[in-house]
């Protein structure tokens, strides 16, 4: 059974720094995007950043510039530093993988259990 294992969040004062991380485990062929997500109370999920298994990135217009999403594809985990974090930047963050149980071109999507980051003073 594939599982996706979050780790990082925590509480960080407003321009300070956190790194999140996401671990795939299980039996699986390939993984192919990987990304975060965050939702902030009472709003909706949005994408932060996501990356491709050559190491294409795209982010969030909101994150340019302070966020960084980096894999390491040996240990199937991506990670997401977060930098000059404000906030706005308050959310639950999820780490989201498509990833092929076989050879097969079909992939299945999978989510993390979601770790909290608060940004205050």
């Known amino acids: 059974q594939v599982q996706l294992v979050e780790s990082g969040g925590g509480l960080v004062q407003p321009g300070g720094s956190l790194r999140l991380s996401c671990a795939a485990s299980g039996s699986f062929f390939s993984i192919n995007a990987m990304g975060w997500y965050r939702q902030a109370p009472g709003k909706q999920r949005e994408l932060v950043a996501t990356i491709t298994s050559d190491g294409r990135a795209d982010y969030a217009d909101s994150v340019k510039g302070r966020f960084s999403i980096s894999r390491d594809n040996a240990k199937s985990t991506v990670y997401l530093q977060m930098n000059s974090l404000k906030p706005e930047d308050t959310a639950v963050y999820s780490c989201?993988?498509?990833?092929?149980?076989?050879?097969?071109?079909?992939?299945?999507?999978?989510w993390g259990q979601g770790t909290q980051v608060t940004v205050s003073s």
């Open positions: 989201n993988a498509k990833i092929r149980p076989g050879i097969s071109i079909i992939a299945y999507e999978y």
